[in-house]
């Protein structure tokens, strides 16, 4: 479990984050800005540095630039008051592990820092295929921490959504991007699954491609499918008969938060689409 | 040059279209129905039969079946009075040449004959990677040919369209799928192209990848609306560069479709046409 360092910030949230990774039995030092994480850098090895939630995403890119001279591998987890699809592309680019910018929710910060405390596998986890603001496309081995670093990178891809749409769609990728790396493969992390996010005028989308055969709709009984199942319990004695944890509603809850969810034929492809215009009046 | 085999209807679009092979010296039969046809072909080779327009796709892919028990390499055009996304999807499945419903525009269908009386290379030219209705994957070989047979099947795709909508939206496709082939793979048949199909609730998207390392947008300066406020600049570059006339094709392509939404690299492309402002 390496050591984190966290630059102060006028914000709470880096005394939160502090907080949590100390109770959580993590290592780690406060720098008082970003010369002195140099500093500190050079003085003892980090696994991972949180960014200053005062500091833009251009500076943190720089200084990330700058602590890699000395510490090569290092992990990196950007928080910013803001950020636009360049910047997120930025930091796509330079390999840093997660993004985030207000309204910051602490535990979602040190959890993810946790798991970036005892990776060591991550450095290729995510590859870009083409990124531009409004559509970017990558490719992601099929591990747990990768997904929420992805899901990161996602959440401020799709900052200029209302509040609202941007959640909603959120929690329906996160289902079908864990759904895709479960089903799709097991979790393998030699296994990757394709994600395509696209804004387009009147629409957010995203497109997950998973490596696996797929599934057909009458064949997945351990889960509870479509919107209008008549009996939304149905599956889990069939769960309980197969030895599957419970749960199943992923499907069920990704359809119910976006406008459009669509398979393809063999079900290792999935179209997620939030339309914006209701929205915008 | 292979014989033309035309199962007559009572639309004027079979003799229409067997005029139009005559006029180009193509030689072919017209067959008075299915059971004239199977026997026609037991007596002699056709290497295209072109279904009755007023016959249904089954019965049409049944036929097909009872006539490659006979002829298997032959070739068929498909026209049918109507057609569902599950019929052109099975038709796709069959290998059907190409297919059609009215309008028919007689010119074209022949003209797609003529070019399937002399081809050899089609049989594999259009996998289908998946296909359910709402969403069809296909890969498809770099050939004119072969962009104009998806062409009649994405037609049929989209049918559900208003006439007006679906014909804009197939000009766009043409363009981007044509500028894919060339572009993207310089027409060479081994190489292929990647088309999708999603049909939402509220548009009709098409998604194209070619296997070229693609362009950006200030490199193509041969195209039409890269300079917007001189749009024949890129004519004097095209003829300085020795290109042949054109260039419009992009412009022409934006223009039809609601968003027109290039990656990165330029090697995929996704047309999207709204159809809440269609049916407007």
């Not at chain 1, 599956?235 to 969810?261: C, F, K, M, N």
């Not at chain 2, 406020?229 to 094709?249: L, N, Q, S």
Request: glycine share 6%.
């Amino acid at each position: 479990m390496s050591r984190v360092l966290i630059i102060a910030s006028q914000t709470s949230v880096s005394n939160q984050v502090g907080e949590l990774l100390s109770a959580a039995g993590l290592p780690i030092e406060y720098a008082a800005g970003h010369i002195d994480a140099l500093q500190r850098m050079r003085a003892r090895s980090f696994g991972l540095i949180i960014t200053s939630a005062d500091s833009n995403f251009d500076e943190a890119l720089a200084l990330l630039q700058e602590m890699r001279t000395i510490r090569p591998a290092l992990k990196c987890i950007v928080l910013a008051p803001h950020s636009t699809s360049d910047e997120v592309i930025a930091a796509l680019r330079a390999r840093v592990f997660g993004c985030f910018t207000p309204p910051f929710d602490a535990h979602e910060i040190a959890n993810l820092a946790r798991n970036a405390a005892s990776d060591s596998q991550w450095s290729e986890d995510i590859e870009i295929i083409s990124a531009r603001p409004g559509w970017v496309a990558v490719r992601v081995n099929c591990r747990l921490v990768t997904a929420e670093r992805l899901m990161s990178f996602a959440k401020e891809f799709a900052a200029q959504l209302p509040e609202t749409a941007r959640h909603e769609i959120m929690q329906a990728l996160r289902e079908i991007l864990l759904n895709a790396m479960e089903h799709g493969a097991a979790f393998n992390p030699d296994q990757v699954v394709e994600v395509n996010a696209i804004r387009t005028a009147r629409s957010m989308v995203f497109r997950v491609r998973d490596p696996g055969a797929g599934f057909r709709k009458d064949s997945i009984t351990h889960a509870v499918f479509t919107k209008g199942c008549s009996d939304p319990t149905a599956h889990i004695p069939q769960r309980e008969e197969s030895g599957i944890r419970a749960g199943g509603y992923g499907l069920l809850l990704a359809a119910g938060t976006v406008d459009e969810l669509i398979y393809n034929e063999h079900g290792n492809e999935v179209l997620l689409i939030k339309y914006l215009d209701r929205f915008e009046t | 040059m292979s014989r033309v085999l035309i199962i007559e209807g009572h639309d004027p679009v079979s003799r229409n279209v067997g005029s139009a092979l005559a006029a180009a010296l193509l030689p072919f039969e017209y067959a008075h129905g299915h059971a004239d046809a199977l026997l026609r072909l037991r007596r002699r080779s056709f290497g295209v039969v072109i279904t009755n327009p007023e016959s249904v796709v089954e019965e049409d892919l049944a036929l097909l079946h009872e006539m490659r028990g006979i002829r298997p390499g032959v070739k068929c055009i498909v026209l049918t009075k109507t057609s569902t996304p599950d019929e052109v999807i099975a038709a796709l499945r069959a290998r059907v040449f190409a297919c059609f419903t009215p309008p028919f525009e007689h010119f074209e269908i022949a003209n797609l004959a003529r070019r399937a009386a002399s081809d050899s290379q089609w049989r594999d030219d259009i996998h289908i990677l998946s296909a359910r209705p709402g969403w069809v994957s296909v890969r498809i070989h770099c050939r004119l040919i072969t962009a104009d047979r998806l062409l009649s099947f994405a037609r049929e795709l989209s049918a559900q369209l208003p006439i007006d909508i679906r014909e804009e939206m197939m000009q766009a496709l043409r363009e981007i799928l044509l500028n894919a082939m060339e572009h993207g793979a310089a027409f060479n048949p081994e190489q292929v192209v990647e088309v999708t199909g999603v049909r939402t609730s509220r548009t009709m998207v098409f998604y194209v990848r070619d296997p070229g390392a693609g362009f950006r947008h200030e490199t193509i300066d041969h195209a039409a609306g890269i300079d917007p406020d001189d749009p024949t600049a890129h004519i004097r570059i095209r003829e300085e560069e020795g290109m042949r006339p054109g260039g419009f094709g992009l412009l022409l392509a934006a223009g039809t479709v609601d968003e027109l939404i290039y990656n990165e690299i330029g090697n995929e492309v996704i047309l999207i046409k709204y159809l809440d402002t269609a049916s407007k």
